[in-house]
């Protein structure tokens, strides 16, 4: 059952003195065992709240609170775990059915996300925040060469593509809706579609800044509708 995952200790700098909890943190649900990555996963998610929110306020000491939640918005979400995820290489060492396996389980946002709290949650349960403290901050720098608002917060299109990719099968399109104003004034309006379906629309002093209004609102719709 151990398979490679000892290797994913070497990547996390830490070896689990109870193999069982690490196991379980790597199994999903399709793998049909008496139990799953799920209440891991919870645990993960609160714990990664806490320990990004901590480093941002001391990473920013001058800025507001508007300004942290933005940033650790950018960073505690599906998109942003399945990254360092895939700095982890973690999606090789989950546990999946056969089935999951041939739907490309192992390259699914959802999953690497979900995966990746999960693997953090049983950190906790054994080794204590002090230690989860120490792996995510050293990730986190890896992972992003710069964190701030504008690097951060200007990627909505990636995020908004990866989701669709994972949920629809298929990438967004957009649409330049119309252009008005003055030429040292423009405001161009964009329309983000997905299957042909017109999902969010957004205005912009440039077609970039409209498209990515546009892709955060969609990327907002879309993950309220999955629940």
Do not use: W
């Not at 895939?86 to 090789?92: A, F, H, P, Q, S």
């Not at 593509?161 to 964009?190: N, W």
């Not at 077609?207 to 999955?226: G, S, T, V």
């Amino acid at each position: 059952m151990e398979r490679e995952y000892r290797d994913l200790e070497r990547r996390l700098g830490y070896t689990f003195q109870n193999p069982r909890l690490i196991v379980e943190a790597l199994t999903h649900k399709s793998y049909k065992k008496p139990y799953n990555n799920e209440r891991l996963e919870f645990l993960g998610d609160a714990v990664l709240d806490l320990v990004v929110g901590e480093f941002l306020f001391h990473k920013f000491p001058k800025s507001d609170e508007g300004v942290l939640s933005k940033i650790r918005a950018s960073l505690v979400n599906e998109s942003g775990f399945a990254r360092l995820a895939r700095e982890l290489d973690l999606g090789r060492y989950i546990y999946l059915s056969p089935a999951e396996e041939n739907n490309r389980g192992r390259e699914k946002p959802s999953l690497l996300s979900n995966a990746f709290e999960a693997v953090i949650g049983a950190i906790y349960l054994e080794a204590g925040l002090e230690k989860v403290r120490s792996i995510v901050v050293d990730l986190l720098e890896k992972t992003y060469p710069r964190i701030d608002l504008d690097t951060l917060c200007k990627d909505y299109k990636t995020a908004l593509q990866e989701l669709t990719q994972a949920s629809h099968g298929v990438t967004p399109d957009y649409r330049l809706v119309s252009s008005s104003g003055p030429d040292h004034r423009k405001e161009f309006e964009v329309a983000v579609e997905l299957d042909g379906r017109v999902i969010a629309t957004a205005k912009g002093r440039s077609k970039k800044a409209a498209q990515q209004k546009a892709a955060e609102i969609a990327l907002k719709k879309l993950k309220k509708e999955r629940g």
